[in-house]
């Protein structure tokens, strides 16, 4: 899946980590009798007889396709990287409710994966013991096209609910993100956001119930869990709070035919004035037109020898091509949009040119969202900021020379604006709201498995985000969770230090941070579900 693009948000992976260090044997009972405790509670405290199927230990044979079968960044696919002591795999909403009361009686950390899609690997890698309670068996998704809404189970993938919509009707869609392996569970947790933000606003602006597993092993929905906790779970970030088991969601319109295009041009075609311009149009520009701004340091095809950036605007309309092209003839005429420069096509085609335009030009199917891709990956690394000013000419020049300097860096930007600018910043945890231009994702990735890479390539990423200091928010320096960076701040583990957590957490929440801990501190008030950048329980109260 979209190899050929280097900066694909779908063909990735990340490196670096030497957790092993931290893991002692002493720390926890050693694996079988760990499995032997667990699967016992397991039976005594569930009425389904099957129930021990559900248990893989680090000595059975398959223990180690399960393991590798959602990790999505081969950074921590090495054999030094901390395995989780067991992997259970919940095939019923039961079977979860076990399992979190289970760990708690046996006293071992969980990690909770979906789609294994978390930047930094925290949904199966860990500092300390641990087991993963891993939810691809709990996909179901019901598509209710009558009342425009979508039951959705967490270990779903965004490409099996593009489908099962696009299977009922091809005049819905849901707003969430570009690549199709993402998982439910993960991605709505944090916020989630695709081509449509700018028409529908974020996921969670979509959901109107949900699921969930407490700390207790009580089944909540919307009604019993009460509107502190779902707020929460609306874009707070996975794994502080419970497990999430499901989300209901609101259905979006979406015209039978929409419209894409890309444009690319390098420093030699002006690139800098199509940015300066970009960061006018994009984020301003009619609601029903996402124009993603990809910039990559290539090397020139025009002076020999020499780098150069690429900047290339990847565009998504919920209209047909005249219009647009009409639009931004007025508004961007930098561009020079063609009407031959634009695809005209169903939605759901759009998300699959969108993921990869190189399988949509292969014939790719509908279908092929429901791949789940399992075992591939490639090193990557992101970080993320957030610009409220537009960035000077004179400063995008300084910032191609840097990227060229350093090599392999690239930058997504992701225009805001539209609904995402008229939706309250307190109204989910997802704070980055009205007064944002667009979003910066930092993206690099690579192939090569030597340490040294690895070492290289995060490096790069520190002083790129280093250089761009002046450039973005300040007070916090805002950050996306589900881009999810451990250098912004980490808690360390076996402590609940909440000094630890604001640092971090003001940073991906803002002033939504004290809210989602009050919460935190009344319904999990030990800090069961905890991972690195979870949201720590108030001082005292742990
Ligand atoms: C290739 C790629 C493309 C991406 N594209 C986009 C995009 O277009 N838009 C966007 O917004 N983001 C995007 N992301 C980021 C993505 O949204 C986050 O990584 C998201 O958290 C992944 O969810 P997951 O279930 O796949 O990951 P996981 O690694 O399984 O989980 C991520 C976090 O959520 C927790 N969690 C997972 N499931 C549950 C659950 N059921 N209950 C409670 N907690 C849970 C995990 O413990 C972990 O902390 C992309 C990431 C990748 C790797
Ligand atoms: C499982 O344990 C919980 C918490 O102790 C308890 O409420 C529940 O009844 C138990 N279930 C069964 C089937 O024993
Ligand atoms: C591995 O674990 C699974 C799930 O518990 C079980 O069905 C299978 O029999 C085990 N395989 C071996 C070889 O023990
Ligand atoms: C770039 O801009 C300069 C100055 O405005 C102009 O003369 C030149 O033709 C432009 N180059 C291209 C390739 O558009
Ligand atoms: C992990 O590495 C093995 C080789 O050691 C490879 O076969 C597998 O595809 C890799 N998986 C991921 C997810 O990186
Ligand atoms: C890593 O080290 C090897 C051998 O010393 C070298 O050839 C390679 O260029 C280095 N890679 C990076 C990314 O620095």
């Given amino acids: 899946m979209a190899k050929s693009n280097p900066i694909s948000l779908c063909y990735f992976s990340i490196p670096f980590f030497v957790l092993s260090v931290f893991f002692s044997a002493s720390l926890a009972a050693p694996t079988e009798s760990l499995y032997t405790t667990f699967l016992h509670c397991l039976t005594q405290n569930n009425t389904d007889p099957t129930i021990s199927n559900i248990v893989f230990s680090q000595t059975n044979t398959s223990f180690s396709i399960v393991l590798k079968n959602y990790i999505r960044n081969a950074r921590f696919n090495t ?27 046996v006293n071992i950390q969980i990690k909770i994966r979906s789609g294994g899609h978390d930047y930094e690997g925290i949904s199966y890698v860990n500092q300390s013991p641990f087991i993963i309670l891993d939810m691809f068996n ?13 039951y959705v189970q967490g270990g779903a993938t965004l490409g099996e609910v593009y489908y099962r919509i696009y299977e009922k009707s ?12 993402v998982g439910v569970g993960g991605h709505f947790s944090g916020g989630g956001y695709g081509t449509m933000l700018r028409k529908y606003g974020l996921s969670v602006d979509n959901i109107i119930d949900a699921e969930i597993v407490d700390v207790k092993g009580r089944l909540l929905n919307r009604k019993s869990m009460g509107e502190d906790l779902f707020w929460a779970i609306l874009g707070g970030g996975g794994a502080s709070f419970g497990v999430v088991l499901s989300y209901t969601v609101k259905l979006v319109a979406v015209p039978e035919t929409v419209t894409v295009f890309r444009i690319e041009k390098t420093l030699e075609q002006n690139a800098t004035d199509l940015v300066v311009q970009w960061q006018q149009v994009a984020p301003t520009t009619d609601n029903r037109l996402f124009m993603r701004l990809l910039l990559q340091p290539i090397t020139s095809k025009v002076v020999k020898g020499t780098k150069t950036i690429r900047a290339s605007v990847v565009a998504m309309f919920l209209g047909r091509a005249e219009e647009l092209v009409g639009i931004l003839g007025k508004q961007f005429p930098l561009l020079g949009l063609k009407k031959t420069d634009c695809i005209e096509l169903s939605w759901i085609n759009s998300v699959i040119w969108y993921n990869d335009a190189d399988d949509f030009n292969k014939g790719a199917k509908p279908e092929s969202l429901l791949d789940r891709n399992l075992n591939s990956a490639a090193f990557g690394k992101r970080k993320s900021d957030y610009v409220q000013k537009a960035i000077s000419k004179d400063d995008l020049e300084g910032i191609w020379k840097k990227m060229i300097e350093l090599g392999k860096v690239g930058f997504v930007f992701n225009p805001y604006g539209g609904k995402m600018a008229e ?26 498995p030597a340490p040294n890479a690895t070492v290289g390539f995060l490096n790069q990423a520190k ?16 950050a996306y969770i589900n881009y ?59």
């Fill in 170 to 181: 091809k005049v819905h869609g849901f707003p969430a993100g570009v690549c199709p392996t």
């Fill in 138 to 150: 709990l996909r179901t998704i019901n598509v209710d096209i009558k009342n425009e809404v979508a």
């Fill in 484 to 542: 999810r960076d451990l250098d912004i701040g980490i808690n360390s583990f076996g402590k609940n230090s909440y000094e630890e957590g604001e640092v971090y957490g003001t940073k991906y929440f803002n002033n939504n941070f004290d809210r989602l801990v009050k919460i935190k501190t009344a319904v999990d008030p030990d800090n069961f579900f905890r991972n690195e950048q979870s949201i720590p329980v108030l001082p005292g109260k742990a």
């Fill in 423 to 448: 939706i309250p910043a307190d109204a989910t945890p997802f704070p980055h709201r009205a007064g944002n231009l667009f979003k910066i994702q930092f993206s690099v990735n690579w192939n090569d």
């Fill in 79 to 105: 054999t030094s990287t901390t395995k989780p002591l067991l992997i259970v795999t919940p095939k019923q909403p039961s079977h979860v409710q076990s399992t979190v009361i289970c760990a708690k009686q």
């Fill in 463 to 478: 002083v790129l985000y280093s250089y761009m200091t002046p450039y973005v928010s300040k007070n916090p320096r805002s």
